[in-house]
């Protein structure tokens, strides 16, 4: 059995978490076994961990405490004899784990790139300050695309091919349409003859929640009969969306369905998924969307790596007005959804499967070439 430490995973499920636990729960069953340390209160699926037998080993937040993070990461390293420590990344602006890591003699120090730029000006300038010792403490460099790669390791790097791709796969047959499930919520939410454009995300900038209260306000203008599902915790700037809404005196128009743990129901009760977030990198939401069958609108400064289904998938401007946006979710609402073979197929050969890239993971953390 090799162990891995997994540090990175935060206290709310979202994509970065997702990765972690996808991979995990294939890779638990091919003899690899996950730690994972935390410098929050409660880590994101915390009880499922430990069913599949993770350690959850809790630290002070690096921000509040440096050093009781540095002496608490580093007596975990010293007790544990981890074959790879694999360090889950949005930004270079905190690279102390990697650096502790080196400091310690592991052999496997995994530097993962899971986004394509990140918010705030100080997380900026620590991003810029801490990129150049990436490539001293860590002996490995993974992204989750292409776009996510070359902005937190370098054109160079990505192009003499120093960066493993690991896709954001995940398990097909969690998120196919259910028509039974949309019937049931549709029902249960009285949404039998509306159109419904959904979402799922955090509520904080990168998602751009309040360009979609404002794509929604347009179409409520000329189609009475329509509704933004918004699914995901109500936490961050959820007040201040739900406040936009209300001035807007679109209560009607915007549902807010909070934390959800059967996803595949929501998306199998939409029309068409919007998405113009303002950055990302390969969004689990997106895929797992395209997997129920759904129609897409989305940013053109999200990774056309996420394209599974290129006739089923736009991409707009930010630039461009809402009207635009608008009339476009809307004509991709009619589309009729994918058939689930086909759907199965091109992910697979899109090499976002699970099955197939938990092996490539497998490969990393074994040294092998993948």
């Known amino acids: 059995m090799i162990r891995v430490l997994q540090i990175g995973m935060g206290n709310v499920a979202g994509g970065l978490e997702a990765f972690v636990m996808n991979y995990y729960r294939v890779l638990v069953h091919m003899d690899i076994q996950f730690d994972f340390v935390c ?47 694999h360090v889950n990344m949005l930004s270079a602006a905190n ?71 690991i896709n954001n796969a995940i398990a097909a047959e969690r998120f196919l349409f259910s028509a039974e499930d949309r019937e049931s919520l549709r029902k249960e939410l009285g949404w039998e003859n509306k159109t419904v454009i959904g979402h799922v995300g955090r509520f904080d900038i990168p998602k751009n929640h309040d360009r979609m209260i404002d794509i929604i306000q347009q179409l409520s203008r000329e189609k009475k009969d329509v509704v933004l599902c918004l699914v995901g915790p109500k936490e961050g700037l959820y007040e201040q969306i ?73 991409r707009l401007s930010l630039q461009e007005n809402d009207r635009t946006w608008a009339e476009t979710v809307e004509e991709m609402s009619r589309l009729p959804r994918e058939h689930a073979d086909v759907i199965k197929e091109k992910l697979s050969a899109a090499h976002f499967d699970i099955e197939t890239e938990a092996e490539r993971l497998k490969k990393l953390y074994l040294g092998e070439e993948i």
């Open 242 to 314: 739900k406040g936009k809404t209300e001035k807007a005196g679109l209560e009607k128009h915007v549902y807010f369905a909070g934390r959800q743990e059967n996803i595949s129901r929501y998306l199998s009760a939409m029309d068409v998924f919007l998405f113009p977030s303002v950055f990302e990198g390969v969004p689990f939401a997106l895929i797992e969307a395209q997997t129920n069958g759904l129609a897409c609108v989305m940013s053109d400064t999200v990774s056309e790596e996420a394209v599974v289904f290129p006739e089923r998938v736009k």
């Open 95 to 165: 690279i102390v784990p990697l650096r502790v890591a080196h400091q310690a003699g592991i052999k496997k120090i995994i530097a993962h790139s899971h986004s394509s730029s990140c918010p705030g000006l100080i997380r900026k300038l620590m991003d810029n300050v801490n990129r150049p010792f990436i490539g001293r403490y860590a002996t490995d460099m993974a992204a989750c695309g292409e776009l996510a790669g070359r902005w937190l390791f370098g054109e160079k790097a990505y192009d003499n091919g120093l960066v493993a791709v």
């Open 39 to 85: 410098m929050y209160d409660k880590i994101a699926y915390e009880d499922e961990i430990k069913r599949l037998g993770g350690r959850v080993y809790y630290v002070p937040n690096v921000k509040k405490h440096y050093r009781g993070y540095i002496s608490g990461l580093k007596k975990i390293l010293k007790k544990e004899n981890y074959q790879a420590v």
